[in-house]
């Protein structure tokens, strides 16, 4: 026979427990599985959604010389991307997009991103560039990078040569003679001296110099000298004509000058009674 009693007080156990656990008649088991389990069902609440791509770089060179990546003569220039993700599908670049486009917004291309970019005239220039990647997300940072468009020669340069002793600019008889220069653009950055550049050099010539030297030595031979200066800016540009300087070169030419004076009556080198 059934003890009703202690049957009571068991169901009265059991919901007490029920109770204070607050997890309802049925939520007994899952609220002991949790806990053995360390919590494993709140773990997915750190879940992160998708990651936008990183930023790339971006940097713009000089087209005739890719050491410039900060100045060019051209208003092309050559593009250069590195740290580009493989999610990337598409990407902006221009100079107005300076803030975070929307992933649906117009302008996105599809890649590759072009070798080379045309401004529309000359100046310091801002070039920015976005991606996309294929779940449609936009890289977060500002991707830019700027170049000055300067298409206009330095003024031509000045250029004297002076014998080392007397500064006689016109006959030396010293191989190495003075330089001076003058009229050079503060933005000038190389020079040539040359006897035989009377065209104008290439911009990649090896001539070029970024010493400005304060002598030049003549070639060997006595002869009349002709030398050029060449100038070239920051950007590449050379002026339109060379600082040119002829000299002549002779070793017997400067000798100092003996005079002999005598009186036109007696013939005396020491004394005289006339003006003439």
Same mark, same amino acid.
């Given at each position: ?39 494993? *069902?709140?773990?997915?609440? /750190? $879940?992160? !959604?998708?990651?936008?791509? +990183?930023? =790339? &770089? ?40 300076? *803030?975070?486009?929307?992933? /649906? $917004?117009? !302008?996105?291309?599809?890649? +590759?991103? =072009? &070798? ?161």
């Amino acid at each position: 026979m059934v003890n009703l009693s202690k049957l009571s007080f068991a169901v009265l156990l059991l919901l007490a427990l029920l109770t204070l656990c607050s997890c309802g008649p049925f939520g007994l088991i899952p609220l002991l599985g949790g806990a053995a389990g360390g919590g494993g *069902g709140g773990g997915g609440g /750190g $879940a992160s !959604g998708p990651i936008p791509p +990183p930023n =790339p &770089a971006l940097i713009l060179h000089d087209q005739s010389n890719p050491a410039l990546t900060s100045y060019t003569n051209s208003l092309a220039v050559d593009i250069g991307v590195t740290g580009l993700s493989a999610s990337v599908t598409h990407f902006i670049l221009d100079e107005i997009t300076t *803030g975070r486009p929307d992933a /649906g $917004a117009p !302008g996105w291309q599809l890649l +590759p991103i =072009p &070798a080379s970019y045309t401004f529309a005239g000359p100046g310091l220039k801002t070039l920015y560039l976005w991606v996309k990647s294929d779940e449609n997300l936009v890289n977060n940072g500002i991707v830019s990078a700027q170049i000055e468009v300067d298409m206009t020669p330095p003024m031509d340069p000045s250029l004297t040569l002076r014998d080392r002793t007397t500064s006689d600019p016109d006959l030396t008889d010293e191989q190495t003679v003075d330089v001076e220069a003058t009229n050079i653009d503060a933005d000038v950055v190389e020079y040539i001296f040359s006897e035989t550049q009377a065209t104008t050099p290439s911009e990649l010539s090896a001539d070029w110099d970024t010493n400005h030297p304060s002598t030049f030595d003549l070639s060997a031979g006595e002869a009349l000298k002709t030398v050029y200066l060449w100038v070239k800016d920051n950007a590449g540009n050379i002026c339109a004509n060379a600082g040119i300087h002829q000299i002549a070169y002779n070793t017997a030419a400067i000798d100092d000058p003996l005079f002999h004076l005598e009186d036109l009556t007696t013939n005396s080198s020491q004394y005289s009674n006339a003006t003439t």
